[in-house]
């Protein structure tokens, strides 16, 4: 029997649902390619994930692949409570409410693990963990991961060798992480933040706190709202990255002087503390965007307040003894989520589709995968990708089979076409004006290299010579020949120091070739 707080509403968050299973297209092409397999069929997969609009077309896609859906929240604040209410009567078990207490999250958890899951999607690794520490790990097949912070957790387990099953680890993949911890959260966070306090962004300093990918997002859409950003990073490749991205870099106690918002990005614990909110300015807004809720440090800003207050909905107000106010948005939960809807419908589409495949993944191979942590197969994450791609109407190019050969081989370099050499001919020599040239090319170029050298001078001249390469440069030596040539048989010159020159010694040698012949021949022809 499922579970939720508002049945009522249900017609409500049916509206929300259909609105974004509408705009979920490349999950809804998937579920109609996969649909008539049922590769799910009389499965049982247990989820925990933010249960809202888009969680919900995922689990009722899940179902139409023939699974039967047991689900729960990954967040006690994001459920919204409609779309559980419409949920509930779509899909088997729904045990989720807004505002759950930390003994009816993990009382909800527990629950699905009761009803027998032999599949996990987990966000935040919740879900598998109480897995492990209650038994039911066994008859689990595997369970793929949505987020950063989960993925952490599962690989730790790997370490320890205490992960029971494998694990697909859905947030690496591109599909994934690149639109959706970057765009997604970058657009939806700014929406909770201006949601949350209805106020104005731009000229405001905004403290963005962990440069990786949703770090990113989050300055990256903040100053396009007119904030003038600052990052504070602990990794000195993402500080130079910020500092190249036009971002003001600074120390989190610099920071914490100047902020009039702040945005923790990091996974990490502890993120903002004591020190920091005793030197924030009256007025600052806190706000957390990583998946838990302890980067604000919540306990020392409650300890250290006189009072505090809800002021807003999903705003709290901690006033100081010395009558600074200090603002957390959601409770230090994810701002995104708790105080608007989560990523864009399009966003979590590929997100979403991208956990489909992982799962159906999961389900055909069975006893085959080591319980370890597992990347999503590179042909899975492609097709979630080239399927939106189509979907935009998108067309991109595809690499030749030459262009292929050449990024796989060490050996091989492009061949010179009649453009490439013309191009290098009339740019290489002013005396040889308007030079004719056509060349057969190489299929590949082995070093030493043999070339016959024709000239359109009369009588008809034929050169042969050998084009060694050694440590990246090309030099040129003279088999035999029949041109008034001023090298001699067995004599080698280098050839032209150009970077075409270097990467190519057929163009290397018709250079050499040309600044050598006495005969002033206009036109010159290259044969292997
Ligand atoms: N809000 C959302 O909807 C959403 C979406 C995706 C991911 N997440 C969560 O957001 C968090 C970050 O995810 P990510 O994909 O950007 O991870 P990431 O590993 O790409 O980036 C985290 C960054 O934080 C930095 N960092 C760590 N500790 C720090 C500290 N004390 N001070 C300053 N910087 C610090 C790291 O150096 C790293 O650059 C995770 O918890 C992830 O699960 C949230």
């Given at each position: 029997m499922s579970e939720v707080r508002e049945p009522g509403s249900a017609a409500a968050g049916r509206r929300k649902i259909?609105?974004?299973?509408?705009?979920?297209?490349?999950?809804?092409?998937?579920?109609?390619?996969?649909e008539p397999e049922r590769p799910l069929e009389g499965m049982r997969v247990g989820m925990s994930l933010h249960l809202e609009a888009k969680t919900a077309a995922l689990a009722i896609s899940l179902e139409r692949?023939?699974?039967?859906?047991?689900?729960?929240?990954?967040?006690?604040?994001?459920?919204?409570?409609?779309?559980?209410?419409?949920?509930?009567?779509?899909?088997?078990?729904?045990?989720?409410?807004?505002?759950?207490?930390?003994?009816?999250?993990?009382?909800?958890?527990?629950r699905v693990l009761d009803d027998g899951p032999q599949l996990i999607v987990d966000d935040g690794a919740d879900l598998s963990v109480m897995a492990h520490e209650t038994g039911a790990a066994p008859g689990i097949i595997g369970a793929t991961e949505e987020t950063t912070t989960g993925v952490l957790r599962f690989r730790a387990m790997e370490r320890e060798g205490v992960l029971r099953f494998p694990v697909i680890a859905v947030n690496d993949a591109m599909s994934k992480h690149l639109y959706d911890n970057r765009f997604g959260s970058g657009q939806s966070v700014l929406d909770g933040?201006?949601?949350?306090?209805?106020?104005?962004?731009?000229?405001?300093?905004?403290?963005?706190?962990?440069?990786?990918?949703?770090?990113?997002?989050?300055?990256?859409?903040?100053?396009?709202?007119?904030?003038?950003?600052?990052?504070?990073?602990?990794d000195p490749f993402k500080a130079l990255e910020a500092y190249m991205d036009g971002y003001e870099v600074l120390g989190s106690m610099a920071a914490a002087r100047v902020g009039d918002i702040f945005i923790t990005c990091t996974g990490n614990v502890r993120v903002l503390t004591a020190e920091h909110f005793r030197v924030m300015k009256d007025g600052a807004v806190l706000a957390n965007a990583g998946h838990f809720d302890v980067e604000v440090d919540v306990r020392a800003l409650r300890s250290m307040a006189a009072s505090e207050e809800e002021v807003r909905p999903n705003v709290r107000e901690f006033r100081m003894g010395d009558g600074r106010r200090l603002y957390l948005?959601?409770?230090?939960?994810?701002?995104?989520?708790?105080?608007?809807?989560?990523?864009?419908?399009?966003?979590?589409?590929?997100?979403?589709?991208?956990?489909?495949?992982?799962?159906?993944?999961?389900?055909?191979?069975?006893?085959?995968?080591?319980?370890?942590?597992?990347?999503?197969?590179?042909?899975?994450?492609?097709?979630?990708?080239r399927t939106k791609l189509a979907i935009e109407g998108i067309e991109i190019d595809s690499l030749t089979e030459e262009q292929r050969r050449y990024l796989e081989s060490w050996r091989y370099r492009a061949p010179p076409d009649a453009a490439n050499l013309a191009r290098n001919a009339s740019s290489a020599s002013a005396a040889s004006s308007s030079p004719l040239m056509s060349g057969r090319p190489p299929s590949t170029t082995r070093f030493p290299a043999r070339y016959t050298l024709r000239t359109s001078a009369r009588p008809a001249a034929m050169t042969t010579f050998v084009v060694r390469s050694h440590a990246g440069l090309s030099s040129i030596e003279l088999r035999s020949r029949t041109t008034k040539s001023a090298l001699r048989p067995g004599e080698s010159v280098p050839t032209s120091s150009s970077p075409a020159a270097r990467a190519d010694p057929m163009v290397a040698a018709s250079s050499a070739a040309r600044a050598d012949m006495t005969d002033g021949s206009p036109a010159l022809a290259l044969w292997r």
């Open positions: 259909e609105w974004a299973m509408g705009r979920m297209r490349v999950l809804g092409a998937l579920v109609r390619e996969l692949l023939g699974a039967r859906v047991s689900i729960t929240s990954s967040n006690p604040l994001s459920t919204q409570d409609d779309v559980a209410a419409a949920l509930a009567e779509s899909v088997d078990r729904v045990y989720a409410w807004r505002g759950e207490t930390e003994e009816e999250y993990l009382r909800n958890h527990r933040v201006m949601r949350a306090t209805n106020m104005q962004v731009g000229g405001k300093r905004v403290v963005v706190i962990g440069y990786g990918w949703v770090g990113k997002g989050v300055a990256e859409r903040f100053r396009g709202m007119g904030a003038r950003v600052s990052v504070v990073e602990v948005l959601g409770e230090g939960r994810l701002v995104n989520l708790v105080a608007a809807d989560g990523h864009p419908i399009e966003v979590m589409d590929m997100s979403f589709a991208t956990q489909l495949l992982a799962v159906v993944h999961l389900a055909r191979n069975r006893g085959r995968l080591e319980s370890r942590v597992h990347p999503l197969p590179r042909e899975l994450d492609e097709k979630v990708v």
